[in-house]
């Protein structure tokens, strides 16, 4: 089983699958909030039974190991066993019983009913009260298997890695909408790239906010896309994902501060959207090969 800047609005002590999960016992591994009530968990069971009764959310399940002895019950009766690549999705409303004999490994992906009326209405140019999510129980669905995997060898943590995950998880939603739901629909073609005037907006408002958390649809919105648009246009425009980007420009600004201010290397992280000094070395030596200390000291010696 399993921006302009964006509050986050919703925690996972608010969310019902996560209270199921830990009355029953189980501890998450990680979770990753995205912001406007989306995130990302992962999760791993050994034994035990857990009920879904009517969520107030959507969540997608992905298994990523083992998973044969977790069953689903329907009226006592064993219906299905899961496997490595297992897919589930919960709608908000449905319900699910489940049996664990084994240890397993999923993750889960959080959304709400807007996210799936702005990714129907947005990029698919469907009614959004059209659309609605079906249920699916140990199904097979190799794109987002394959996604599971991504997600399990990915460092949640790393630098600029909020951003790439609120990336994949726009694009999970996309799959959910346009593949598990009532009215299903082939993605549209992007071809082009950004206008001129919305490149420099772009670029601009980024310098302006790079101190600041940045998302996918907080960016796109700035030039009135949706996320699948403004991404495909963005990479098309610049060369690169909007993560990429922006991981870029972050290192470039504390590149500069490191070279011109007195700034302690804890401010310089923070101002470039790092979220602590620790984060902020490990991506500045990947990038230039020193640390940010190293760098400022050679600057200051004329090397």
């Known amino acids: 089983m399993q921006t302009d800047p964006e ?28 912001g406007q009530g989306r995130a990302l968990a992962q999760w791993q069971n050994h034994q035990g039974e857990v009920r879904y009764e009517r969520p107030r959310h959507h969540a997608l399940s992905i298994y990523t190991d083992n998973g044969q002895q977790a069953s689903r019950i329907v009226n006592g009766k064993v ?20 049996k664990i004999e084994g240890h ?31 249920e699916l129980y140990h199904g097979e669905d190799p794109v987002l298997a394959q996604a599971g995997k991504l997600l399990a060898l990915s460092d949640w943590q790393m630098a600029g890695q909020t951003l790439a995950m609120d990336h994949i998880a726009q694009w999970l939603l996309l799959h959910i909408v346009s593949r598990h739901s009532d009215v299903p629909q082939r993605l549209p073609e992007v071809t082009g790239q950004l206008a001129l005037h919305h490149r420099r907006l772009l ?40 993560y990429q980007y922006v991981q870029e420009q972050r290192l470039l600004r504390s590149r500069d501060l490191l070279r011109t201010s007195r700034l302690k290397i804890t401010a310089v992280a923070l101002t470039c959207g790092f979220n602590d000094s620790s984060q902020f070395s490990r991506a500045f030596r990947a990038r230039f090969g020193l640390t940010p200390s190293a760098y400022r000291s050679a600057a ?4």
């Open 7 to 34: 509050p986050l609005t919703e925690r996972p002590s608010n969310r019902d699958i996560v209270d199921t999960l830990r009355t029953a016992g189980v501890a998450p591994k990680r979770i990753l909030e995205l």
């Open 79 to 98: 219906v299905s066993h899961g496997f490595p690549g297992a897919v589930c999705l919960f709608p908000a409303g449905s319900r699910s019983r489940w």
């Open 104 to 134: 397993f490994e999923f993750f889960h992906f959080y959304f709400s009913d807007l996210d799936v009326a702005r990714c129907a209405e947005q990029t698919l140019d469907v009614d959004p009260d059209k659309c609605q999510l079906s």
């Open 203 to 242: 670029q601009q408002r980024i310098n302006d906010h790079l101190s600041e958390p940045l998302t996918l649809s907080g960016m796109a919105s700035w030039v009135n896309l949706s996320p699948y648009h403004f991404a495909r246009l963005f990479r098309a425009t610049f060369g690169c994902a909007p």
């Open 300 to 303: 200051n010696n004329g090397h």
